[in-house]
């Protein structure tokens, strides 16, 4: 199955799994340390988690208040004198600011279908190598001819997230935690490698 069609079947555990590897793979952008988003991975392990899901958010959104590696990306993504890193931060932040106090189906469903869109746009714009593939959503939807390796495997890090959460339940989340820790050590490496130059 597509990506899109993984999300589209994805119950509220899944889909709330998928959002928050999402973000934790780019938690770099956002100048946080690799621990920062493990009480919410915590709390998908059982349904009282759920009640507790928007105040451990309030918690990890005022830790990772600050700039990012990057610094401050104000504006909107493409105005402005902004660069491909600044509009990685900014996509990173609304992802982090968007996520829902409430861990209901369909917020969460709303949540992991723009973090899914965010986190490859972010893998795009940070990749060295060019990617010649069609749009995003095109990916998302199966059309991977093109992509570049970074992009393609971020792609391939949310389908193995879902795929893990529909097939094993609660029990997916570590294997699920697993592959997102491997795409934030990717992600770090990148963002280190940018500010070498830049420096």
């Known amino acids: 199955m597509s990506l899109v069609e993984l999300i589209g079947q994805a119950d509220e555990r899944g889909l709330a799994a998928s959002g928050l590897a999402c973000l934790d793979r780019c938690v770099p952008l956002l100048g946080g340390d690799d621990e920062i988003l493990r009480p919410l991975w915590a709390g998908l392990a059982d349904d009282a988690g759920a009640a507790e899901w928007g105040e451990r958010l309030e918690q990890v959104r005022g830790k990772l208040g600050g700039d990012g590696e990057f610094g401050a990306a104000d504006g909107e993504p493409g105005q402005g004198s902004g660069s491909s890193k600044e509009e990685a ?40 190598l060019k990617d010649a593939g069609d749009s995003v ?37 570590r294997p699920a935690l697993e592959v997102s820790t491997e795409g934030r050590r990717v992600l770090r490496a990148v963002v280190s490698r940018r500010s070498r130059r830049r420096g």
């Open 89 to 128: 931060v900014l996509l990173a932040r609304r992802m982090l600011a968007a996520a829902p106090a409430e861990r209901s189906a369909a917020g969460v469903r709303a949540w992991a279908d723009a973090c899914s869109v965010a986190a490859l746009r972010i893998h795009r714009l940070l990749d060295p």
């Open 137 to 173: 959503d095109a990916c998302r939807e199966g059309r991977t001819e093109g992509m570049s390796p970074l992009v393609a495997a971020e792609l391939r890090r949310q389908i193995t997230v879902l795929e893990l959460l529909a097939g094993h339940g609660p029990a997916g989340l």
